[in-house]
């Protein structure tokens, strides 16, 4: 198993593509370290199964990623549990949707918190271990929001390019340290994320479910499949080899076509 001795620290990971990336992480050997909301049983149950199904060590943080004094409480406890964070993948990340003239504000904050300024926090926390070790992967959850817009979302399409800029800074700033640092952009991915901004678009747009799933979400997908988390999932393990350590700086879509229209 090519990451035996490594530990991550997957935020957001208690649901979803988190969840698929924590799994394919611990099956090649990684400690992890997961992080996400949810019914307390329910995360004891994930983080047992894959510590058991994968013979590697699982923690749980339930930080809240938008305040940055929980994120550094967070990553003194990765780094107390397993030595150092080796592989941060900043995943965690929620939607609303709703006209930019009538955006709630405390949702604007809570969106940019989460989807950007959290990403700043981790990485500048992880980063001075990663360049001592001369090791270090960073992975970005980002979005086809990117790189292109959709209406109704703009903290989220602002939050994620902010993402993909602040990738290429890190990977400038870490390109000679033996650390990469990229972003991976799904298309729509089918996860709770997606399903729980369909009644927000039905009330936006005055659509019915179907529509919304047709005519909104997989009209933007030439492909008109959803993308899986396992293929999310794999993307990012791939990122994690030795064969990936020239791909840094990178926006690696993976989104049924989307973004090539
Ligand atoms: P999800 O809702 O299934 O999972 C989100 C995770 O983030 C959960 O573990 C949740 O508990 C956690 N989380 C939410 N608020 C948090 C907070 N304040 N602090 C810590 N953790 C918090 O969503 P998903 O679809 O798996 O999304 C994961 C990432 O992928 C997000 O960044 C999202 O923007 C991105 N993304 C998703 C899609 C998609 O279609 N699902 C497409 C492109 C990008």
Same mark, same amino acid.
């Given at each position: 198993m090519f990451l035996n001795g490594k530990s991550a620290l997957v935020t !957001? /990971? =208690? /649901? !979803?593509i988190g969840l698929a990336m924590a799994r394919a992480l611990a099956g090649e050997g990684a400690n992890v370290m997961l992080n996400g909301f949810g019914d307390a049983g329910e995360i004891e149950r994930l983080r047992s199964e894959i510590e058991g199904g994968s013979n590697v060590r699982v923690a749980y943080s339930g930080a809240d990623l938008t305040k940055p004094d929980q994120i550094a409480s967070m990553m003194s406890e990765a780094a107390d549990a397993f !030595? +150092?964070?080796?592989i941060l993948v900043n995943n965690a990340g929620m939607q609303h949707v709703a006209p930019v003239d009538q955006f709630p504000l405390e949702k604007w904050d809570l969106l940019i918190a989460l989807n950007l300024s959290a990403v700043f926090h981790t990485t500048r926390l992880a980063l001075p271990a990663m360049k001592a070790r001369g090791w270090g992967r960073i992975i970005n959850t980002a979005s086809a929001h990117s790189l292109v817009a959709s209406p109704n979302k703009a903290p989220y399409v602002a939050a994620k390019h902010g993402v993909a800029g602040l990738t290429k800074a890190v990977a400038l700033e870490t390109a000679t340290s033996g650390v990469t640092v990229n972003c991976i952009s799904p298309g729509y991915v089918w996860t709770p994320l997606v399903e729980n901004q369909i009644p927000d678009t039905m009330k936006a747009r005055g659509l019915t479910r179907e529509q919304v799933m047709n005519d909104v979400l997989l009209s933007a997908?030439? =492909?008109?499949k959803f993308v899986t988390v396992d293929q999310v999932a794999a993307l990012a393990l791939f990122l994690c080899?030795?064969? +990936? +350590? +020239?791909? =840094?700086g990178a926006n690696l879509s993976m989104d049924g076509g989307w973004t090539a229209q």
């Amino acid at each position: 198993m090519f990451l035996n001795g490594k530990s991550a620290l997957v935020t !957001g /990971s =208690t /649901s !979803g593509i988190g969840l698929a990336m924590a799994r394919a992480l611990a099956g090649e050997g990684a400690n992890v370290m997961l992080n996400g909301f949810g019914d307390a049983g329910e995360i004891e149950r994930l983080r047992s199964e894959i510590e058991g199904g994968s013979n590697v060590r699982v923690a749980y943080s339930g930080a809240d990623l938008t305040k940055p004094d929980q994120i550094a409480s967070m990553m003194s406890e990765a780094a107390d549990a397993f !030595g +150092a964070v080796d592989i941060l993948v900043n995943n965690a990340g929620m939607q609303h949707v709703a006209p930019v003239d009538q955006f709630p504000l405390e949702k604007w904050d809570l969106l940019i918190a989460l989807n950007l300024s959290a990403v700043f926090h981790t990485t500048r926390l992880a980063l001075p271990a990663m360049k001592a070790r001369g090791w270090g992967r960073i992975i970005n959850t980002a979005s086809a929001h990117s790189l292109v817009a959709s209406p109704n979302k703009a903290p989220y399409v602002a939050a994620k390019h902010g993402v993909a800029g602040l990738t290429k800074a890190v990977a400038l700033e870490t390109a000679t340290s033996g650390v990469t640092v990229n972003c991976i952009s799904p298309g729509y991915v089918w996860t709770p994320l997606v399903e729980n901004q369909i009644p927000d678009t039905m009330k936006a747009r005055g659509l019915t479910r179907e529509q919304v799933m047709n005519d909104v979400l997989l009209s933007a997908q030439p =492909t008109k499949k959803f993308v899986t988390v396992d293929q999310v999932a794999a993307l990012a393990l791939f990122l994690c080899r030795d064969e +990936a +350590a +020239a791909i =840094t700086g990178a926006n690696l879509s993976m989104d049924g076509g989307w973004t090539a229209q």
